[in-house]
């Protein structure tokens, strides 16, 4: 016999629990279940038995200003769907600025690793599913997580009065609302999706700024017609940017200038943007969090090379043009054409000419594998006439100096996660990215010694590997 819940009202519709008092709106000839859905999950999670279920509140939100309350309502309506389900809320993962349409669940900056950890809470509630997601592939994914992990997923759906909840045993009719309500979310993204890039395509078009990063040497201006916004010359960093060119023009490499900005302590473009937008600076990014993002050789180009340099609109690194395919003019210019034109040129003779579309990489471990002295991440480079390639501590492109750079042959480092992978969840078959992702595995790998004989070309030196999944460490995966 089941235990029934004591503050746990009547099954509602679609397997969502009503509160005290309120009515299923559907007719009784919907089937719906006689026992609570805390009732179907094992002992563990039955508040009588032991203890009140564990809840991770998640709140999310594109665009977060200083004067939106959202969050506060959101927060809220998770309290309330706790307080209706009697589950413990003990942490919080609050992802603001961060779009459901373009981000899954599990790529997050707060929510990710908390997704990582499942062994730390019972329960995850949102305060409605396109909070969660935007798009039925990432409930797919965000369900499967849960059947995997034998977690919950609460949505308080404040405008029903009715918390959705899916358990791990939950029935064909809970996950088709769950996904009807998921489709429903991404058209809805999708058609704003389409009315933005409609409305950012006639303000270029006009030479209006519709808003985004501000290029660097330029901030926000009321446009000449009195109507909108266009570009100014940033007196801060106007005279910086040319500086910076005259530096070029000198022979100094891009690296070198790069480096001498860090040290002054002068913002890259986007934390400029922020600075003018009264926001923090930095971030998260690759799964680190910093207090401000540092000048590279790749940041610095894109800059010396974007036509808005010359007052140029651009969209995708280029410039716009107008029917006549004349350039739009967004502002007046940090440099004249033929001063663009020369820095090009400069910037040409130093290219080794490989520059190509940027690709998404197929490498297994691309954010798995990283670098024990600095903890950053490993990205894989190939090797000339071999099969295999190396993953290597990339600090210098982020303007970073390693004190220990760690590399290791792709092959040996990808076979001995998959080792300890396998042996660690006891799964076979064929392992992609994201199953280590969403299971939280990482790999560190710490600098190798120099020189040594034969035996080095017989596998990996364990000794310099740490595995981990889910946040946690087992010596039983060593050696």
Request: glycine residues 12%.
């Amino acid at each position: 016999m089941s235990i029934r819940h004591p503050r746990v009202g009547p099954k509602g519709p679609g397997g969502c629990v009503s509160s005290p008092g309120v009515r299923p709106t559907l007719p009784r000839s919907v089937d719906m279940p006689e026992r609570s859905p805390l009732s179907a999950l094992p002992a563990c999670f039955d508040p009588l038995r032991t203890r009140l279920p564990r809840a991770l509140a998640a709140l999310r939100l594109s665009c977060a200003t200083s004067v939106t309350t959202s969050p506060g309502r959101q927060r809220s309506a998770v309290r309330r769907c706790a307080d209706q389900l009697r589950f413990t809320l003990v942490a919080e993962a609050s992802d603001l600025g961060v779009s459901a349409r373009t981000t899954s669940p599990f790529e997050r900056p707060a929510l990710s690793p908390w997704l990582q950890r499942p062994h730390a809470y019972d329960a995850v509630v949102w305060s409605h599913v396109d909070r969660a997601v935007r798009s039925v592939q990432h409930m797919t994914e965000l369900i499967a997580w849960a059947r995997r992990h034998g977690r919950i997923l609460a949505f308080g759906m404040p405008e029903d009065g009715l918390p959705l909840v899916i358990t791990p045993l939950a029935g064909g009719s809970v996950i088709e609302r769950c996904m009807e309500l998921a489709r429903d979310a991404q058209r809805e993204a999708e058609t704003i999706s389409a009315r933005l890039t409609s409305a950012h395509a006639a303000l270029r078009e006009t030479g209006r700024y519709g808003g985004g990063l501000v290029p660097f040497g330029y901030l926000k201006a009321p446009h000449p017609s009195g109507s909108g916004w266009s570009l100014a010359p940033d007196p801060e960093t106007a005279s910086l940017v040319r500086s910076i060119i005259s530096d070029v023009r000198s022979g100094r490499s891009l690296l070198a200038i790069a480096r001498d900005l860090n040290e002054l302590g002068v913002p890259v473009p986007r934390d400029r943007h922020a600075q003018l937008r009264g926001r923090s600076t930095g971030g998260r990014r690759h799964g680190r969090d910093f207090d401000r993002f540092r000048w590279t050789s790749g940041t610095l180009s894109k800059v010396l090379r974007s036509p808005s340099l010359i007052g140029h609109r651009t969209h995708g690194g280029r410039t716009v043009r107008d029917e006549l395919g004349a350039p739009v003019l967004i502002g007046r210019p940090l440099l004249s054409d033929a001063e663009f034109d020369a820095l090009q040129v400069t910037l040409e003779s130093r290219s080794n000419g490989t520059h190509r579309p940027r690709r998404r990489t197929a490498a297994l471990l691309t954010g798995v594998a990283h670098c024990r002295g600095c903890g950053g991440r490993m990205y894989f480079a190939t090797r000339k006439g071999y099969a295999y390639g190396d993953y290597l501590c990339r600090a210098t492109a982020r303007g970073e100096v390693c004190p220990a750079p760690a590399g290791m042959r792709s092959d040996w480092l990808e076979q001995y996660t998959l080792d300890r992978y396998y042996q660690a969840t006891g799964k076979d078959g064929t392992v992609v990215r994201g199953d280590l992702f969403r299971d939280g595995v990482r790999v560190t790998v710490a600098k190798g010694r120099r020189g040594g004989g034969p035996e080095r070309s017989g596998g990996p030196d364990t000794t310099r590997l740490t595995f981990t999944i889910g946040g946690l460490s087992d010596s039983r995966w060593g050696d």
